[in-house]
C-alpha cells in the first residue's frame, strides 16, 4: 500500500529534494513530516496523531490539520489528535479528553474541555523546583531560571512596557558550544513569542563549571494583561541538549501604557504598540 502511494505520501511530506538521502540523517522534523504521510494515506479505521504540529512549520502544519479533517469527515474516519494546542484542538475535533497521570478527568464537548484544561493549567503551574531536579547525562544542563525586573529585583509580575530580563544559570562539566531558546506561551499553550540566540547567530562558548545568560527585553514583552509561561531549551546545533517545559510564570499587569493618564479601555488585543496619531 506504502508503495501504492509513494509519490502521494513523499509530496505531502515536503521530502522530494531528500528521497535519497538516508533517513537517519534527516531532523526531527522531517522524520515527523514523513511519518506522518505515510500513516495518512495508509487508510487507517483509526488515525492516532500525537503532538504532530509540535514540529514543521506552518506550511506542514495546515496541510496537517487538512488531512485529518478530511479523514474523519470525508473518509468518516476516527481521528485521536493529543495536542497541547488549544487552537487546534477547537478547529479540529468534535470531542474531548482530558487526561492527568494516564486517568481520564473529563470527557464531553471541546469548548467545555478547553475551559476545563485552562483552568487546570493555571492551578497547576508552579515555578519549576530545580533542586529536585536529577540529571542522568554528563551534557550540560539548567540549574536555575529567573526572572527579574531593571532594579535587580526577582519578580513575576510586570507592566506591559516594563523591562524584563530572563536569566538561566547551566552547569557544564566541559566546554561546549550552544544555542538558547526561551518560548513564551499563554494558557490556551499558544506559542506568543520566541527568544532565540540562533537566529541571532549568538552562539555560547560555556566554559566548565557554571555559566550564566540573560536574555534582556528592555521595552518589555508589549502584550496584553495575563497570566504567562515559559519554556527554555539549549542545544548544540541541531543536539537537543536540556529542555524544560513551564519552567516559570508570570503576570503581565495593566498599566497607562500609552500614557494617556487611563488604562486601556476595551477588548484589549494580544499586542500593543505605541504609536502616534497625525491630522495633516
Not at 544559570?169 to 499558544?190: C, G, H, P, Y
Request: aromatic content about 10%; charged content about 30%.
Amino acid at each position: 500500500e506504502i508503495s501504492h502511494k509513494l509519490d502521494e505520501i513523499i509530496e505531502f511530506s515536503g521530502c522530494e529534494r531528500y528521497v535519497d538521502t538516508p533517513v537517519k540523517r534527516y531532523s526531527s522534523g522531517m522524520k515527523v513530516r514523513l511519518a506522518f504521510a505515510v500513516a495518512a494515506f495508509l487508510e487507517p479505521d483509526i488515525l492516532v496523531v500525537d503532538e504532530v504540529l509540535a514540529v514543521g512549520d506552518a506550511e506542514f502544519q495546515k496541510k496537517a490539520i487538512g488531512k485529518m479533517r478530511d479523514i474523519s469527515s470525508q473518509a468518516g474516519r476516527t481521528v485521536l489528535f493529543v495536542s497541547h494546542d488549544m487552537v487546534a484542538v477547537r478547529n479540529l475535533c468534535s470531542r474531548c479528553i482530558i487526561l492527568e497521570k494516564g486517568v481520564v478527568i473529563f470527557k464531553g464537548e471541546v469548548e467545555v474541555g478547553i475551559n476545563e484544561y485552562i483552568s487546570q493549567t493555571e492551578r497547576n503551574i508552579q515555578n519549576f523546583n530545580f533542586k529536585e531536579r536529577k540529571k542522568i547525562n554528563n551534557l550540560p544542563f539548567f540549574a536555575d531560571f529567573i526572572l527579574f525586573n531593571k532594579e535587580g529585583n526577582i519578580s513575576g509580575s510586570f507592566k506591559i512596557s516594563e523591562s524584563i530580563f530572563l536569566r538561566s544559570t547551566l552547569q557544564s562539566k566541559f566546554k561546549a558550544e550552544v544555542t538558547l531558546r526561551i518560548s513564551i506561551f499563554d494558557l490556551n499553550e499558544f506559542r506568543i513569542l520566541a527568544f532565540d540566540s540562533n537566529n541571532t547567530q549568538e552562539k555560547f562558548f560555556l566554559k566548565k563549571g557554571t555559566n550564566i545568560i540573560t536574555c534582556e527585553l528592555l521595552d518589555g514583552l508589549e502584550i496584553k494583561p495575563d497570566k504567562y509561561y515559559i519554556n527554555i531549551s539549549i542545544r548544540n546545533g541541531v543536539d537537543l541538549l536540556d529542555h524544560i517545559v513551564r519552567v516559570a510564570s508570570f503576570n503581565i499587569v495593566e498599566s497607562d501604557y500609552y500614557d494617556s493618564g487611563k488604562l486601556i479601555e476595551g477588548d484589549i488585543p494580544l499586542v500593543l504598540k505605541k504609536n502616534n496619531w497625525k491630522l495633516n
